[in-house]
């Protein structure tokens, strides 16, 4: 990784980004999102290097609230470089 490779940091907090199809049954089911780059290899293509960390639990949207933007913030500061 180049030191002028942008970085990026995606936190996911639910939703269904970090769904996956079950062959089986068709539903949707959650996995593991530190996965996230085999799950969308496209991702490799850009010029940048990506982390990625999810809450433990996941939200619903309509959960979201200034507490977990609070951890947000709060995982942003942890990872900034």
């Given at each position: 990784?180049?030191?002028?490779?942008?970085?990026?940091?995606?936190?996911?907090t639910?939703?269904?980004?970090?769904m996956?199809?079950?062959?089986?049954?068709?539903?949707?089911?959650?996995f593991?999102?530190?996965?996230?780059?085999?799950?969308?290899?496209?991702?490799?293509?850009?010029d940048?290097?990506?982390?990625?960390?999810?809450?433990?639990?996941?939200?619903?949207?309509?959960?979201?609230?200034?507490?977990y933007?609070?951890?947000?913030?709060?995982?942003?500061?942890d990872?900034y470089?």
């Amino acid at each position: 990784m180049s030191a002028s490779q942008p970085h990026i940091l995606i936190i996911y907090t639910g939703g269904t980004i970090g769904m996956i199809k079950d062959a089986e049954t068709g539903a949707l089911k959650s996995f593991d999102f530190k996965n996230l780059l085999k799950r969308i290899p496209e991702l490799k293509l850009l010029d940048c290097h990506i982390e990625t960390i999810s809450f433990e639990e996941p939200i619903d949207s309509s959960n979201m609230n200034p507490t977990y933007w609070v951890r947000m913030a709060e995982m942003i500061e942890d990872n900034y470089e």
